[in-house]
């Protein structure tokens, strides 16, 4: 018969797991990705290093635990029902688009942690990243596109292509923004004005397409 798990041991458990998982976003902001080891997250946490075991199984399966939590992605793809995708059916999913880039854009700006892990992402390879990667591809796909491409079957408008580049000009905008604190295009980015604008040109971009 399974031991039953006493409710302050659970509560004692959730703690630490929580403690591990925040762990590595502080080493992550603080250190960087290249100090994410089963010494220094169980430091960072004040914890044992045999509880990463224990309760993840690994440092990797830990991490990525953490990454997925983090992902702007993953937890929108978890979130998103038939129900909300019906409810974009009527203009084919033009102002779900829309509000998509402007939460991530949003999203990203305050997150320095999501930052990193965009750029731990484009700068080494990773099988732990191909798999978020992967999974972001079958939620555009299998759920955003699914709305979209009917409507623009049979005609020159490649939505994907414009998407993937507000994508990455949405990405770049933030990490460059982060990195450099200057301007870019002679908008600066320190400045409400700056978001005003390019929501504006999103606005615009997917309303032209």
Known sequence: MARKIPKGEFRNKERTKLKLINAVGEVIRTQGYTKLGVNNIAKTAGVSKKLIY???GSAD???ATYVRSRDYWTAFSSHLSKELAEQHQHD?????????????FEDMSEDSETQKII????SEKSKLMSEISEDREKFGG????A???????GTD???RAICGLLLGGTYYLVLYSNTTGGSFCGIEIDTENRKTRLFNRLD???KWA
Do not use: S
């Open 157 to 159: 408008v490649d939505i």
């Open 147 to 153: 709305i979209t491409d009917p409507f623009f079957a």
């Open 119 to 122: 750029l731990w992402e484009i």
């Open 142 to 145: 299998g759920e955003i596109f």
């Open 61 to 63: 399966d830990l991490v």
């Open 54 to 56: 224990r309760y993840f």
């Open 92 to 104: 084919h999913g033009k102002d779900f688009l829309t509000n998509v880039f402007k939460n991530l």
């Open 204 to 206: 615009k971009i997917i």
